[in-house]
């Protein structure tokens, strides 16, 4: 485990907020954060810079369904993603998030990780675990955070540790248990998310999709303009 003050905190500046993935500046590599609301996620993006007000950008009213984007200054960024369990949204709102989000996960070039937090002490909810399912099935690299560490008594978090994990289909070793009041593991997840974002040495771009050939093959079979002769009007030159 990384020491407590081993790494210094990340160095996020918030960006903009959108709606599209098409909005956003490229990145050289992202990491989005994803969970249910409430579950710590922008007490966590504090935790990660160390600033007490970071993500209050992006609590602001009318940012909460956006995707806020913060950049390191290499040149990489962390996307927080809006939280799911949208009880309070209202309905048009909430029709619009699915699109926004998958666009986003789906669409999103240099998107090296996904880190889905869960609740230490209540998840995986079942939200959470058809998140995690839905991540999964579009091959993204998931990463699971326990949050809110402080708050599983010392005498449950061994069994906790083990039912969180298996309701996340993971080894208990491969969730990252955190705590952002109790600066549990921070260092940890600093280092975690530095070395997700680095370049990946043998990336290869995915195969396109079925939709992206068509409409490739849509665009090839487009006649090419006829060549235009840029000296036509000989008497010009004459
Ligand atoms: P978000 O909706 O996912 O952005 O969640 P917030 O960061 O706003 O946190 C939701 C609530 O959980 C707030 O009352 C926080 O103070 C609390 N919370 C967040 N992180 C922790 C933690 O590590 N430990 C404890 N005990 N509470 C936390």
Not at 161 to 189: F, H, Q, T
Request: proline share 9%.
């Amino acid at each position: 485990m990384t020491p407590v003050g081993a790494v210094p905190p990340l160095p996020l500046r918030f960006v903009m907020s959108g709606t599209r993935v098409d909005d956003l500046p490229p990145t050289r590599g992202e990491v989005a954060i994803v969970g249910r609301s409430n579950v710590g996620k922008s007490s966590l993006i504090n935790s990660l810079a160390n600033r007490k007000n970071l993500a209050k950008v992006s609590k602001t009213p009318g940012r909460t369904q956006l995707l806020n984007l913060f950049e390191l200054p290499d040149g990489t960024s962390v996307m927080d993603l809006p939280g799911y369990g949208f009880a309070n949204a209202p309905a048009a709102v909430r029709a619009k998030w699915p699109e926004m989000i998958d666009g986003y996960l789906l669409g999103r070039a240099n998107l090296h990780a996904v880190v889905a937090l869960v609740d230490a002490e209540v998840g995986p909810t079942k939200n959470d675990q058809q998140t995690l399912a839905w991540l999964r099935s579009h091959e993204l690299d998931v990463k699971v955070v326990a949050t809110k560490h402080d708050k599983v008594k010392p005498s449950k978090r061994d069994q906790r540790r083990r039912d969180l994990a298996a309701g996340c289909l993971l080894d208990p070793k491969d969730v990252l248990w955190v705590s952002s009041a109790k600066n549990v593991n921070i260092d940890e997840l600093r280092a975690r998310i530095t070395e997700w974002l680095a370049p990946v040495a043998d990336w290869h771009p995915p195969a396109p999709t079925r939709k992206q050939r068509a409409e490739a093959r849509a665009a090839a079979s487009v006649e090419p303009p006829e060549p235009v002769d840029e000296y036509d009007d000989e008497d010009e030159w004459n």
